[in-house]
């Protein structure tokens, strides 16, 4: 793990801890969707405490099974095509799944040679940390401004192509909020096939857009091969509920990858305490909760569009906003330090690509700005950026 940076919010900390902030602070460095519990969530923990004596299944009750394979096939409109015993497992948050995962189906070498997992840069870290886990060859692939801020796996060298045996993708994306469409679906999965790797979808952000329903890559897959073959997608409860401190997410696709993933947890992976697959179960039926939530984030985008003028643009999806001033670092320095408002810098998402030149780290001239507190907050804090950033 020694290639591993520290964490993006350990990075921040060290840059802004020692200073006195400029007025009272205000954070909005972390994507904390610091929602409000919806009051079944609570009932549904209350109801089952008992289940907390109890030994709970790797594979999930039938209750959560059925809910989060009834979301997809209503979610993503695919007609019962997702099976609740092969095609959905739970996990402890997506994140301890996007981990794992490859430690059962990452190959030891492809073709003779060390295997490569692609990851877009920048990205979610804990890709970098699944890939050095298993010892492969990490490998970041720009998704700036020029690609639609999304990776061009297509544009690989076919050398390194051959030894690609997983990509991670992530749409809406962190930091970026880019979603990919049906197109670069389908050229992804054709590569997949064509060069054999497996593509890991975190579509954590999937219920969190603004004018457009992104298109996921579940339905993609299906249209194009009647299948989820060599997909794997990742769903949380973090962001669609705003209840990351429930720590629930699924995976989902390839019955054949989910058989080994499943067998792989049955000896090393953290089963789901049973109340809180209740209480899973239950926000996975439940679509009012996420427009509501939905329909505040929009009202917090607007704001930010309002306030910020032309220095943003609104992207498809997420809950951040991906800002360009030149040097993120600083900014997020100056803005702690004359405003009291803690932002990202982008480059702590990110990796140089030419080593020690800190500008070919594609966040490098970037803040990101998670839109997550209540809407006057979030406006306060707006509008000292704006007057730190100037016209
Ligand atoms: C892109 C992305 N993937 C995964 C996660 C982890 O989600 P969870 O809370 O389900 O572990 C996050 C959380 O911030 C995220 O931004």
Redesign the pocket.
Known sequence: MSPLPAGPFARLAELVDNIKPGKDPIDLSI?DPSGRVPAFVSEALAKTAGAFGRYPPISGSDEWREAAAAWLNRRFVLNGAVDSESHVLPLN????G?FLTLFPLLPLAKNGAKPVVAMPNPF?Q?YAAAALGVHAEPLYVPATAASAFLPDYAGLPEAVLERLAAVYI?SPS?PEGAVVGEEYWRQLFALAERHDFIVLA?E??ADIYFDKLPVSALPARHKQSGGFSRLLT?H????RSGL?GL???MVAGDAKLIARFRAFRNVAGPQMPGPIMAASAAAWRDEQHVSANRALYAEKMEAAERILGNRVSKPPGGFFLWLDTGHGEETALGLWREQGVKVLPGTYMGREIEPEKPQSNPGFSFVRIALVSDLSTIITALERVRDFLGP
Do not use: A, I, M, Q
């Open positions: 994507g948050g997506t994140r301890e996007l979610y804990v992530c962190n975190d954590c952000y990742f949380s409860l973090s962001k990351p720590r629930s997410g």
